[in-house]
């Protein structure tokens, strides 16, 4: 079960949840932050830590992956993804047959190889 499941890490800090938005677009996980605008004029910054642009990132999921969840802690967004195989996809082991015995009988029957 551990080899289907994925995480994505982004560092988001600065922004809240509310100014984060996960979301799958045809195939893709996108992943955008947008600040809430504050318009205060009587603020004069001499310097900000952290950056407060807005981003948007896409990542192409592989088939069958889907987002299972996300959290946000410590200014990072994580997003947990599972992949599901469908049973028909998934590969299956073909038993192979004793020479002797072909459905509980024996077997005369020689086989040629011929090269093409």
């Given at each position: 079960?551990?080899?289907?499941?994925?995480?994505?890490?982004?560092?988001?800090?600065?922004?809240?949840?509310?100014?984060?938005?996960?979301?799958?677009?045809?195939?893709?996980?996108?992943?955008?932050?947008?600040?809430?605008?504050?318009?205060?004029?009587?603020?004069?910054?001499?310097?900000?830590g952290?950056?407060?642009?807005?981003?948007?990132?896409?990542?192409?999921?592989a088939?069958?992956?889907?987002?299972?969840?996300?959290?946000?802690?410590?200014?990072?967004?994580?997003?947990?993804?599972?992949?599901?195989?469908?049973?028909?996809?998934?590969?299956?082991?073909?038993?192979?047959?004793?020479?002797?015995?072909?459905?509980?009988?024996?077997?005369?029957?020689?086989?040629?190889?011929?090269?093409?």
């Amino acid at each position: 079960a551990g080899e289907n499941k994925y995480r994505i890490t982004v560092a988001v800090s600065g922004f809240s949840e509310d100014e984060l938005n996960v979301e799958m677009r045809e195939g893709q996980l996108v992943i955008a932050a947008k600040k809430a605008e504050i318009s205060n004029d009587q603020v004069t910054y001499l310097h900000r830590g952290i950056a407060q642009r807005a981003f948007e990132k896409r990542f192409q999921l592989a088939d069958h992956v889907r987002p299972i969840g996300a959290e946000t802690r410590d200014g990072l967004l994580h997003i947990d993804l599972l992949r599901e195989v469908p049973e028909a996809l998934k590969p299956r082991k073909i038993e192979i047959a004793n020479s002797a015995t072909i459905n509980g009988q024996a077997s005369k029957e020689k086989l040629s190889t011929k090269a093409i």
